[in-house]
């Protein structure tokens, strides 16, 4: 017994050896990444290395277990550390006989290395914490300037606008990825689309999911939708009713097989009214097969020598004429290599455009690593080593959070805040000097965005990581360009990092084959997209063990399932996050997950779905993140209050909690209120940043607990984002009275006016809904010196002017105003702008509805203000008055009000 005692008595000795040995490992293992990069690992090295990969993963493994069953301390006293050690005395044999086993394997992997000669090493390189590149903004202005693209959208405009021609017509758009079809597509688009009674643009991908797909063309009409899921024909029976009667414009982006188009193209009516079909896609034969007709087909050219500097000089330099005469040699054989394909040539400008300084050698590098023969023959192959660089040039940090988007299907919207919690469960987001993980996480959200982006980056146009904006232009979801999702999953391949499983009844689908997989690796992280993967999953496992392959399965994604429970969970002890993204599916029961004892990260969301939780999760201990988002939870969480490591906690309407979680690292709450809630326990969330409650209803009951309110906010002095919802018939003022000290962090705010004073130093966007009482309060804005962005609901019926700069302060800092009031507001010039108010106005958003009479003049005052760029006015019409209402006069109104000011800014109009 002498060995196994000692064995069994070092075990936190041998795991402080793996920890350290963990470590050595990481950052080994970055070396050789950086020296692959360069060429310089031959096939062994590699080898050698993807084993010592999958070492670190069961040494973390390891070391989970450890802390799971062994992990507290040592009792006090001698007969409570005999007890407990007999107790743990199996658990301790099995963790010290796992350790010795992972030790063989790291000193058999030290005498390969040595056997073979395999040393070598390389310096690594760090990030620097970062924001959206400043010039973002900018670059969502320059849509009338896309460069060497004025011809072809004429060429279009002409043929789809052919007064000849009144029956449907279908153009199709053929040609390379990376031309900048989609590009073209939108212009024409944003063009012509206001000579047309609906229009909508929908991207339809590689696999597409039909049903959705006809249900965003759906959505985008306004076409009421039931509240139950519908076949296919169904949508396609609304749609025809709707479509009609009407001329529409529709683009139909990224089509790759001519089953799909079958289908889409019966939710188009053939009629005589002008409407119009226009059609992206890189395979001719489809291009032929969506039109029917070759004289509509038109093929994309790559740029000219001339076009092609502009827009590698402009992404570079910042100007579009020439460039310093010591780099015009390295340009031209770049340029040269590029083909004039506006994809490589933006993607190889963003890796030059982000050095700090520019280094001929490095100029030359990427000159030398370009193939000699794609300038002169575009392929696939010829794009994804362009495609390449850009993820070579990455730090290691930023390659594993971009290898992690390839968990996501094709043109999947990636919201910023879930990606970054999931980057921080699964241990890639790492923090110095006491940093916010979740502000260096974004900051690594930022920078992938900074690096790898196409220059002209607006909604729907090609980019290799397309970044959208919200109203307040802050970018806070992306999606990514096919082309680099087909890079990121042969990278994910190669590493081993993610098994995307694809399943389905049509041939597009890759069948699931765990057995015969595509690697011979454990599975770490899996993805399944469709839309019966979960039931063929369940069905492999029921009633045997777990395939060695997915044993040691941390993270699981599912997306587009339509399967109800879950029970497979039970298999994966080592799972560390769990995201569901359910759509159709009836009933989700994840009862098990209490029993997912590493769970750092839940997340689900559904349509028309009913989740049932567990009564009891007091055992998820590491517990991040809990978001759930469906429309009904059958049970309530007893515990969820005593997480201590809760960070984010988000609530459907379904969970109410009679107390409040008192997790002191709680950062995000998002939940409904019921009446018997006591909020003097708010006050003791020191950390919270981000606060949302909503109240369905509100009783005399709550209105007491309401009075500790406002004091309690008034403690949370790290406080960033404040919403508070109430009846619209109650005033949250009345029922919160005052607040003493306001949190000066507050950064977003979206309450009553009331609430609103000098105080809030640092507020930047404020979001408010003003009734018409409180109208003469609205000057109080303007002195607030950090308001950025501000959106105003004016409920304005039958009295009240709103007048900026009335007596009030200028808005110092305002670049952005959306405001929403009634139709009448703008024909009685009830709404102005004063001389010296908002001199940083950059975007007016005017938005007026329901709108019954005609507007026949703008707001007055408009003139004064100086910096003002883009005027956009959005007219909500009713569906019945849509043919009658006299928008060309309401149009003109705003276009000569923009063409009489000294800016002479954008216009955009529409009607909704």
Known sequence: MGDEYKKLKEVRKQVSFLKDELTTMSAFLEKLAFMDDDGELDHLVRDWRNHVREMTYDIEDCIDDFMHRLGSADASGFIKKTARRLKTLRVRHQIAKQIDEIKARVIEANQRRRRYELDGCSNSRASESVAIDPRLTALYQKADNLVGIDGPTEELIQLLTDAGQQKLMVVSIVGFGGLGKTTLAKQVYDKIGQQFDCKAFVSVSQRPDIARLLSTIQSKFNIQESSQAREVQDIIDDIRYYLGN????????????????????????????????????????????????????????????????????????????????????????????????????????????????????????????????????????????????????????????????????????????????????????????????????????????????????????????????????????????????????????????????????????????????????????????????????????????????????????????????????????????????????????????????????????????????????????????????????????????????????????????NRLPNSKSLRTLHICHPPDMDFNALGELTNLRDLCLYFNEVESSTASNLDSLGSSIGKLQNLRYLEIQLPSDISIDGLMGSLSDFPRSIEILDLGPEWINAALINLRRLDLSVPETCTDEVGVLGELPSLVHLRLQLELKSKGTIMFGGGGGSFPALEDVFLSCDGDVASQSRLGFQAGVMPKLQRLVLWFGPCELGIDTAPVGMEHLSSLQLIDVRILVAPEKRNVYPWDTAEHVFREAAQAHPNQPAIKFDFV
């Open 246 to 657: 009407k001329r529409y414009l529709i683009v139909v982006d990224d089509l790759w097989k001519q089953e799909a188009w079958n289908i889409i193209h019966c939710a188009f009516p053939e009629n005589s009214n002008g409407s119009r079909v226009i059609v992206t896609t890189r395979v001719e034969d489809v291009a032929c097969w969506a039109c029917s007709n070759h004289r509509y087909i038109y093929k994309m050219k790559p740029l000219n020598s001339d076009d092609s500097k502009k827009m590698f000089f402009n992404r570079v330099f910042g100007f579009e004429d020439g460039c310093p005469s010591q780099y015009e040699k390295v340009s031209a054989e770049i340029l040269k290599k590029c083909g004039g394909l506006p994809l490589a040539i933006i993607t190889i400008a963003s890796l030059l455009a982000v050095r700090p300084t520019r280094i001929m050698q490095e100029w030359e590098r990427i000159q030398n690593s370009l193939g000699t023969a794609f300038g002169t023959n575009p392929s696939l192959e010829g794009m994804r080593q362009i495609l390449n660089l850009s993820y070579k040039n990455l730090p290691f940090n930023l390659r594993t959070c971009l290898l992690y988007l390839g968990k996501y299907p094709e043109d999947f919207y990636i919201e910023r805040d879930d990606v970054v919690r999931q980057w921080i469960a699964e241990g890639f987001v790492r923090s110095s000097r006491g940093q916010d993980l979740e502000d260096v996480g974004k900051s690594y959200f930022n920078e992938l965005i900074n690096r790898i982006k196409f220059e002209y980056i607006l909604l729907f146009l090609t980019g290799l990581i397309q970044p959208e904006q919200n109203d307040y232009r802050e970018v806070t979801r992306c999606r990514v360009h096919d082309m680099m999702l087909d890079l990121i999953l042969s990278r994910c391949k190669e590493d081993n990092f993610i098994n995307v499983a694809y399943s389905g009844s049509g041939k597009d689908y890759m069948a699931i084959d765990w057995q015969h997989g595509y690697s011979s690796n454990k599975v770490r992280r899996l993805s399944l997209q469709s839309m019966v993967v979960e039931s063929d999953f369940a069905v492999l496992i029921e009633g045997r063990a777990v395939p060695a392959q997915l044993a040691q399965v941390r993270s699981i994604s599912l997306f587009e399932n339509s399967a109800g429970g879950v029970p497979w969970l039970l298999h994966f002890k080592y799972l560390r996050l769990l995201h569901i993204m359910s759509y159709g599916t009836k009933r989700v029961d994840l009862t098990v997950v209490s029993q997912l004892l590493h769970l750092r990260y839940l997340m689900i969301v559904g349509d028309w779905c009913e989740v049932e939780l567990p009564s009891r999760i007091c055992g998820l201990v590491h517990l991040e993140t809990l978001e759930i988002a469906c429309d009904v939870v059958t049970s309530i969480l007893l515990d969820i209050v005593s997480l201590t490591c809760l960070s984010n906690l988000t609530l459907p309407s379904g969970v109410q909690l």
